[in-house]
């Protein structure tokens, strides 16, 4: 047997290539949409990808399936079970629970595992030339190590109200049928630390079902289904604005991009046009450098690995936007918004002086000057870590709003005060003092090292 784990540290996401070497047949379970890891990999191998597969109907990036079967011509096989109107609509071989797949001498048996999603699926494999017992389980957003998925996605982000109750208490049945397996079974799941698709994501790439059994605070309420759809549904992130889009986008016939597409750079005459007529423009330098310098109206998202996450909570899926980048960037910063399916690039600048126009700065501020300000009455904190954080324990007279819902919170923000901003380290908090720039609120300070050195300096904190 050959095996891959391919790993998208922007999404912490995992996908999967499993092969058969004496047949040079493999299978490819949840993959990411550029797809081109796989091809090399095939090839590399000697091996020709037969089978594409899906654990459920991903919310948080745009899966590659057909993008790799329109290349490969292999046949994709995706989930038949739950509810008649959470289905798969364009053609696939439909899964249902028992189902076996077959990749040269290997197979890999469905296990209808609810909770995260109605259909969702894992996949026990077996690998037939060295035992005939099970020795490796493909999660999806089953189980994690350390943690199960979300049930709350289709109601928080899909809209499908009343799901994550009924969720959640699937999910309880579903783990308590999953203890059930061998402990020496490996388990390979969707997601690793940083996704949003749970709470306390561990960041080992994989684990065992006995090891889960005994560290995974799942399989520690057997016999207390409320204790464990409480706890399941309490303190779960709030679900980033794209994970509705790619609910509907995973789930239709959709353009497929089977290459990654290049994009131009654009003169200063293209540029100012396309500025003047609206187009955002999304600078991925480092918060230091946006502050130093930045274009009128200009959005700081830093091109690190959170870089796709945020930009799906700012842009929406049909307006076109221009990138602040080097061009050497260009290809990985064009990865990360492909696999979440922001496809509308105008193109790219990669010098901010270029355009002629006279550049903003940021007032960012120190701790000293962050505590003399909060203790006016004239001066607005806000806070825009996400609701867990900002419960566990805030400036006291701080304001909460998250950065990812700040446009649509505005209002919550007093444009007759001063204002000041932070968040826990200054990432995100260089993007909501864009955010707020760009509509309008001139007086703004950001703090931005924020709670953690707040902390620890020993400043004062509550909770709520």
């Known amino acids: 047997m050959y095996f891959q784990h391919v790993y998208d540290k922007s999404l912490a996401q995992a996908s999967y290539f499993i092969g058969c ?9 949840d993959a990411q949409r550029d797809i081109d890891v796989y091809l090399d990999i095939a090839k590399r191998d000697n091996m020709k990808i037969t089978h594409i597969a899906e654990t459920h109907i991903h919310a948080d990036f745009l899966c590659g399936s057909r993008e790799l079967a329109a290349v490969t011509g292999a046949k994709m096989y995706l989930s038949n079970e739950g509810p008649a109107e959470w289905q798969y609509e364009f053609d696939h071989e439909g899964l249902l629970h028992g189902d076996k797949i077959t990749v040269g001498n ?112 799942a399989f520690q309420f057997a016999t207390d289904e409320k204790g464990f759809v409480d706890y399941l549904l309490d303190g779960q992130p709030e679900p980033p604005k794209y994970f509705a889009m790619m609910k509907h986008l995973n789930k239709v016939e959709r353009p497929l991009l089977v290459e990654v597409p290049k994009h131009a750079k654009l003169s200063k005459e293209q540029f ?34 959170s870089f ?22 260009m290809e990985d910063l064009t990865r990360k918004l ?50 867990t954080e900002f419960n566990a324990g805030h400036v006291k007279g701080a304001d909460h709003v998250f950065v990812g819902t700040i446009e649509d919170n505005l209002n919550k923000i007093k444009k007759d005060k001063q204002v000041v901003i932070h968040c826990q380290s200054g990432d995100r ?36």
């Not at 070497?21 to 379970?29: D, L």
């Not at 969702?120 to 943690?147: E, K, N, R, Y």
């Not at 790219?348 to 909060?374: H, Y």
């Not at 864009?434 to 924020?450: E, H, I, M, P, T």
Request: proline share 3%; aromatic share 8%.
């Open 429 to 464: 908090a260089a993007v909501a003092y864009s955010l707020l720039r760009r509509n309008g609120f001139d007086q703004v300070k950001n703090y931005s090292a924020g709670m953690k050195e707040w902390k620890e300096k020993g400043n004062q904190v509550v909770t709520n």
């Open 106 to 217: 290997l197979t890999l048996e469905v296990l209808h595992t609810p909770g995260h999603t109605p259909e969702s699926i894992s996949f026990l494999l077996t690998d037939h030339p060295a035992t005939s017992q099970p020795v490796m389980v493909f999660t999806g957003d089953f189980v994690f190590v350390g943690d199960v998925g979300r049930p709350d996605l289709l109601e928080k982000a899909a809209g499908i109200v009343g799901t994550q109750e009924k969720g959640a208490k699937q999910m309880y049945e579903s783990v308590q049928r999953f203890s059930e397996l061998s402990d020496y079974i490996q388990v390979w799941p969707g997601h690793g630390a940083g996704s949003a698709c749970g709470k306390a994501l561990g960041s080992v790439p994989s684990s065992t079902v006995g090891y889960e059994k005994i560290r995974n605070w």
């Open 308 to 329: 796709s996450t945020w930009a799906g909570w700012i842009l929406n899926y049909q307006e076109q936007f221009i990138l602040v980048a080097e061009e050497s960037e």
């Open 338 to 387: 492909m696999r979440i399916g922001l496809d509308n690039i105008y193109g790219f600048i990669s010098d901010v002086n270029e355009p002629g126009l006279e550049l903003q700065k940021a007032d960012v501020i120190d701790l000293e000057e962050f505590k003399a300000l909060s203790e006016k009455e004239e001066v607005q904190v806000v806070d825009v870590r996400n609701t």
């Open 272 to 305: 100012l046009k396309a500025h003047k007529d609206g187009l955002k423009v999304i600078d991925t330098r480092n918060k230091v450098d946006f502050a130093e310098g930045f274009l009128p109206g200009s959005i700081n998202i830093q091109g690190n690995n």
């Open 21 to 29: 070497q004496a047949k040079g047949e493999a299978i490819v379970i």
